[in-house]
């Protein structure tokens, strides 16, 4: 780190400086997160519903996602097939696995859904 990259200010004012080991960026210990996520549910619940949606909260909601282009599809199925090639089982909901299945990933699809125990 040079001495003009030291002194600077944080580029996003959150002091989380990009270069900081991964333990001083997570929550302190004893956080509650499922209190925190409570709150905001409860929270929300105040709020009126999104003109998109019924959703009160804007975090969930899922009305304003642009489809994945095909770059995105492939890369998807590299990953994935990166983690069945570890022995690991990636999780993709049925809307993935129809994109995954446009996209000319149909040996992939159908890997992924006998891991998963369900016909093809
Ligand atoms: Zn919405």
């Given at each position: 780190m040079t001495t003009d990259e030291r002194d600077r200010p944080a580029g996003n004012g959150?002091?989380?400086?990009?270069?900081?080991?991964?333990d001083d960026r997570?929550?302190?210990?004893?956080?509650?997160i499922v209190a925190m996520w409570r709150r905001r549910r409860q929270a929300s619940w105040r709020l009126e519903p999104l003109e998109c949606c019924?959703?009160?909260?804007?975090?969930?909601?899922?009305?304003?996602e642009r489809a994945p282009s095909a770059k995105m599809i492939d890369a998807g199925a590299d990953a994935a097939e990166h983690l069945l090639a570890a022995g690991l089982t990636p999780m993709f909901d049925i809307d993935t696995q129809r994109q995954l299945w446009r996209g000319g990933h149909h040996r992939l699809v159908h890997r992924l859904r006998s891991a998963y125990g369900l016909a093809s």
């Open positions: 959150n002091g989380l400086e990009h270069d900081q080991p991964a997570s929550l302190a210990p004893g956080t509650d019924s959703c009160a909260d804007p975090w969930p909601c899922r009305c304003h």
